[in-house]
Structure formats: C-alpha cells, structure tokens
C-alpha cells in the first residue's frame, strides 16, 4: 500500500484545512486508515480513523473539530478540520491498518507526511 497525503499548509487560528490520503496498490480492503500528527519533541499522536464501512473514532484532543471521512471508490481519506489552533501545528501522516486501533504501532503503512501550520 502507497498512500499520499496532501492538503496541508498555514492558517490562521480559527481557520480550517482539508487533508487528502489517497492509497494505492493493495488498497484498503478491509483495513482501517488513520491520521496521526508529530509536533516537534512530541509524540506521534493519534488524530482519527476510519474503516472502510464508515466506523470513526477522533482523538480526545481534536474531538468536535475534526471529522474524518472516506471514498471508497476512490480509496482515499479526508480530513476536515476547523477552528484550529497554534498547538494543531504538527506534521500530519495518514497510515492504514489490518486491525481497528488508535495505536500508530498497530499501523503498517505510512504515507510521507504533510505539514500543517497555525499560527496565533
């Protein structure tokens, strides 16, 4: 599985941004996709999941701001997020995963990453 993620960027406090998973080859056929964030000197931190039936899960810390999404027919995974704020800013990666899990261990495939910044 390759997965591509893109949509990041710089925004103001308050703002919203829209990130784009997009999965190739052995795509996501009953698998879960992920999106988790890295701050610098921080942990990888679990951001949301999706399955490919729709189940969701968001991390307490953006609970309410975020919501994940997916095309199937397009194997790629969404994710809206609004009023965010300067601690959103973190480099953002999507994975996918065999099994149901907010865990970034349980994940086997990374994409390379995407940059969001927010600034006060």
């Known amino acids: 599985v390759q997965l591509q993620a893109s949509g990041g960027g710089l925004v103001q406090a308050g703002g919203s941004l829209s990130l784009s998973c997009a999965a190739s080859g052995r795509t996501f056929s009953g698998y879960a996709m992920g999106w988790f964030r890295q701050a610098p000197g921080r942990e990888r931190e679990f951001v949301a999941a999706?399955?490919?039936?729709?189940?969701?899960n968001t991390g307490d810390s953006v609970k309410g701001r975020v919501t994940i999404s997916g095309d199937n027919a397009k194997n790629t995974v969404y994710l809206q997020m609004n009023s965010l704020k300067p601690e959103d800013t973190a480099v953002y990666y999507c994975a996918s995963s065999t099994l149901w899990s907010s865990k970034s261990t349980r994940y086997d495939h990374w994409g390379q990453g995407t940059q969001v910044t927010v600034s006060s």
């Open positions: 999706i399955t490919r039936g729709g189940l969701t």
